[in-house]
T-cell receptor, first 114, second 112 residues
Framework: KNQVEQSPQSLIILEGKNCTLQCNYTVSPFSNLRWYKQDTGRGPVSLTIMTFSENTKSNGRYTATLDADTKQSSLHITASQLSDSASYIC?????????????FGRGTSLIVHP | NAGVTQTPKFRILKIGQSMTLQCTQDMNHNYMYWYRQDPGMGLKLIYYSVGAGITDKGEVPNGYNVSRSTTEDFPLRLELAAPSQTSVYFCATKAGETGELFFGEGSRLTVL
C-alpha cells in the first residue's frame, strides 16, 4: 500500500534553534517528493522538491534530504523563526504508469516560541 | 495571475441544505483536486479530475458531487449537508511538468 508517514506529529522549539522533520514513504514507483508548508488558515505551499537522483536541496533556511534506498526524507530548519510556525507536509508522487493522485503525509505541526 | 481561487471563504449551512463551493484556476492545468481538512488532521481527497469532462472519486466522496465542464472550473457540490461535513475545503491544481500542487486559500464550511 502506498503510504507516507511523518514524525514527529508535533514539535515545539525555541526561536533560533534548529529542528529536523522526518518522512518515510512506501510509494512506488517513485517520481518525486515535495515538502509543503501550511500556515494556519492557508493552503499548503511548496518548499522544495526532491527527485530520485537528488540527495540534498536547500531553500534558504530549509534543507531537504532524500535517501531513495531507505525511502526516507528529512526537512531540516536552521535558526528557526516565529514565522516557521506551521504544519509541514510531505507529499510523494508516483512515476510513469502510477496514479495521478499524490500521496500525503499527515503533517508535522511545528510551533516556534520566542 | 490569480492562481487558484475559491469561493466562498466562509459559509454556515443548516442541516439538509445544499451548496456549491466554487474553484477557478487560470494556470491551464489539467489536474484538479478537492480536499477536506478536519481540525488537526491531514488532507483527505474528495474528488479529482484529470481534464475537462473527466472526474473520479477520491478517498471520501460520499455526500459530494463534482463536475468539470471547462479546464478552468471545478465546482464541488454538497447535497443535504450534514454536521460531519463541517471542515475546511481546499481546491488544488497540479502542474503537469513539475507535479507541484497549487492550492486555493480554502473554504471554511460549518454545518449546524
Amino acid at each position: 500500500k502506498n503510504q507516507v508517514e511523518q514524525s514527529p506529529q508535533s514539535l515545539i522549539i525555541l526561536e533560533g534553534k534548529n529542528c529536523t522533520l522526518q518522512c518515510n514513504y512506501t510509494v512506488s514507483p517513485f517520481s518525486n517528493l515535495r515538502w509543503y508548508k501550511q500556515d494556519t488558515g492557508r493552503g499548503p505551499v511548496s518548499l522544495t522538491i526532491m527527485t530520485f537522483s537528488e540527495n540534498t536541496k536547500s531553500n534558504g533556511r530549509y534543507t531537504a534530504t532524500l535517501d531513495a534506498d531507505t525511502k526516507q526524507s528529512s526537512l531540516h530548519i536552521t535558526a528557526s523563526q516565529l514565522s516557521d510556525s506551521a504544519s509541514y507536509i510531505c507529499v510523494v508522487s508516483r512515476g510513469s504508469g502510477g496514479s495521478y493522485i499524490p500521496t500525503f503525509g499527515r503533517g508535522t505541526s511545528l510551533i516556534v516560541h520566542p | 495571475n490569480a492562481g487558484v481561487t475559491q469561493t466562498p471563504k466562509f459559509r454556515i449551512l443548516k442541516i439538509g441544505q445544499s451548496m456549491t463551493l466554487q474553484c477557478t484556476q487560470d494556470m491551464n492545468h489539467n489536474y484538479m483536486y478537492w480536499y477536506r481538512q478536519d481540525p488537526g488532521m491531514g488532507l483527505k481527497l474528495i474528488y479529482y479530475s484529470v481534464g475537462a469532462g473527466i472526474t473520479d472519486k477520491g478517498e471520501v466522496p460520499n455526500g459530494y458531487n463534482v463536475s468539470r465542464s471547462t479546464t478552468e472550473d471545478f465546482p464541488l457540490r454538497l447535497e443535504l449537508a450534514a454536521p460531519s461535513q463541517t471542515s475546511v475545503y481546499f481546491c488544488a491544481t497540479k502542474a503537469g511538468e513539475t507535479g507541484e500542487l497549487f492550492f486555493g486559500e480554502g473554504s471554511r464550511l460549518t454545518v449546524l
